[in-house]
């Protein structure tokens, strides 16, 4: 069975990404997360639209 749900710390894992951007993204509205409790978990199909919504190409410095 797939994966349904992830925590921030199994998301970042997941997506080789820091704690931080995940919980930034949850902040700023770009991932929609879900609380049974005080801590937040995002489902596999949210998480999969934000990596996709991402974009291609590093930033312009």
Known sequence: ???KAYNVQSASFEY???KDIIRAAI???DLDARY???RPIISAEE??????????EAPKQ
């Open 1 to 3: 069975m797939a994966k």
């Open 16 to 18: 080789d990404v820091s």
């Open 27 to 29: 902040k700023r509205g």
């Open 36 to 38: 049974p409790s005080s």
């Open 47 to 56: 998480l999969e639209r934000w990596y996709d919504s991402l974009p291609s």
